[in-house]
T-cell receptor, first 117, second 115 residues
Framework: AQSVTQPDIHITVSEGASLELRCNYSYGATPYLFWYVQSPGQGLQLLLKYFSGDTLVQGIKGFEAEFKRSQSSFNLRKPSVHWSDAAEYFCAVGAGAGGTSYGKLTFGQGTILTVHP | EPEVTQTPSHQVTQMGQEVILRCVPISNHLYFYWYRQILGQKVEFLVSFYNNEISEKSEIFDDQFSVERPDGSNFTLKIRSTKLEDSAMYFC?????????????FGPGTRLLVL
């Protein structure tokens, strides 16, 4: 069974500081990995995804994530956080190529990001 | 940019009543999904749907739930007899044309409150 762990429930950073949100996954085969962001009262917006190839992926709003198979991790990073980045961030895993799941995404519990001015 | 839309944004209902949540997926997508998020909890998969059939459903998706694509544009989730524990945000998602292993795009959600 696939699972995702986001160890940090809440992170607070100052505006302009760097950010790293952790994500560890468990999946028996090649995973597809995603980061979504949810602002209060809003839906889930895709930040970036990893399907294959280069393990460092770039996303929208200056975010990037690195897939490390040996560590089963897909951590999200941003070099300089803006106040508008305050939101909840979700890591998700789906079945990759050759998988048998019919599109099911499994989400982590989310990390709430607070940005101080 | 194409997006998934959902109506209503909020719904309040009495326990035991039927509700229908509506979604309009991105127009050329063929794969559709429902997820839910109980307040303070993870987003949970409910069901995936392709070619007018359920492809996969979770253990949450019991006989009280059903999905339908009544026409070429809408995708609905029906809860026949709502329970208090059905109170949640329900998200519709659609994804691509080539298969299940494609990016899913989520709608803004319907917040359901069962009293």
């Amino acid at each position: 069974a696939q699972s995702v762990t986001q160890p940090d429930i809440h992170i607070t950073v100052s505006e302009g500081a760097s950010l790293e949100l952790r994500c560890n996954y468990s999946y028996g085969a090649t995973p597809y990995l995603f980061w979504y962001v949810q602002s209060p009262g809003q839906g889930l917006q895709l930040l970036l995804k990893y399907f294959s190839g280069d393990t460092l992926v770039q996303g929208i709003k200056g975010f990037e994530a690195e897939f490390k198979r040996s560590q089963s991790s897909f951590n999200l990073r941003k070099p300089s956080v803006h106040w508008s980045d305050a939101a909840e961030y979700f890591c998700a895993v789906g079945a990759g190529a050759g998988g048998t799941s019919y599109g099911k995404l499994t989400f982590g519990q989310g990390t709430i990001l607070t940005v101080h001015p | 940019e194409p997006e998934v839309t959902q109506t209503p944004s909020h719904q309040v209902t009495q326990m035991g009543q039927e509700v229908i949540l509506r979604c309009v997926p991105i127009s050329n997508h063929l794969y559709f999904y429902w997820y839910r998020q109980i307040l303070g909890q993870k987003v949970e998969f409910l069901v995936s749907f392709y070619n007018n059939e359920i492809s996969e459903k979770s253990e949450i998706f019991d006989d009280q739930f059903s999905v339908e694509r009544p026409d070429g544009s809408n995708f609905t989730l029906k809860i026949r007899s709502t329970k208090l524990e059905d109170s949640a945000m329900y998200f519709c998602a659609s994804g691509g044309t080539r298969g299940y292993q494609e990016t899913q795009y989520f709608g803004p959600g319907t917040r359901l409150l069962v009293l």
